[in-house]
């Protein structure tokens, strides 16, 4: 019968199992603090544009998409606020639906269906817009006017926490960028009421990462890559038990 001795390989074994548990503990069970869905927040958003420069001027406006709710184990959903009830965007499903195409539907919807804008901000010279006293929740950031000479940003959405080192964190930096206009613009349409309809977003650089996004995938593969080291030294121990014998 083989007998597994201490050694060095078996306690590096025990090792493996250990960081493979902990690489499938849930980021927000690590938090170091409870969640409080009536804290209040802010949103700093700083535009810049690909070399780094602060571009001023223009105009932010928020939508408060859903409230921040938290269930029977403190992890936080969200809820559509009444504004954007009839909306098809679930504010809980980050998996199968990408944060630009979640904001892309609640932005149509709020145009459609002529929903209030929570606040609006002035973006001053140093590229930055600021929102504060905000109730948790997940808002819709959209530009409303443009920097002169720039093209308007792709709206996206933002969450009040977001999650960051296990951590929530209530006043939440957004750094989206955008580009110099360098081209002639396309020629605005005109809408029903003889007004030239602004174009949708006519180009941007990418959204900013304003929550807990790919943590799941750099997850599974440390938990993969665990229970491989596991598998190996549990292999090679017996492996050595046996010859020992």
């Avoid at 902990?22 to 690590?30: D, E, I, Q, R």
């Amino acid at each position: 019968m083989c007998i597994f001795k201490k050694s060095p390989l078996r306690i590096f074994c025990l090792t493996a199992v250990v960081m493979a548990m902990l690489a499938l503990t849930p980021l927000s069970v690590m938090a170091a603090e409870s969640l409080d869905v009536n804290a209040a927040g802010s949103i700093s958003v700083t535009i810049s544009d690909s070399d780094g420069t602060a571009v001023a001027g223009g105009s932010l406006a928020l939508y408060q998409v859903a409230e921040t709710l938290a269930d029977e184990t403190e992890q936080p959903y969200y809820s559509l606020t009444k504004a954007f009830a009839g909306c098809d965007g679930d504010p809980n499903d980050m998996e199968s639906v990408s944060k630009a195409d979640l904001a892309e539907t609640y932005q149509s919807y709020a145009e459609d269906n002529k929903v209030k804008t929570y606040a609006t901000a002035q973006v001053g010279t140093d590229g930055t817009a600021s929102f504060v006293n905000v109730p948790t929740g997940m808002y819709l950031v959209v530009q409303d006017e443009a920097a002169e000479g720039y093209y308007a940003l792709s709206s996206f959405v933002v969450t009040v926490p977001t999650e960051e080192d296990g951590e929530y964190v209530y006043d939440v930096d957004a750094t989206p960028k955008t580009e110099a206009v360098t081209a002639e613009e396309p020629k605005q349409e005109k809408g029903d009421e003889g007004q030239e309809k602004k174009p949708f977003n006519i180009r941007s650089a990418s959204s900013p990462d304003t929550g807990v996004l790919g943590r799941t995938v750099i997850i599974l593969l440390v938990a993969a890559a665990g229970a491989l080291a596991v598998i190996i030294c549990l292999l090679a121990v017996k492996k050595r038990s046996c010859k020992e014998r």
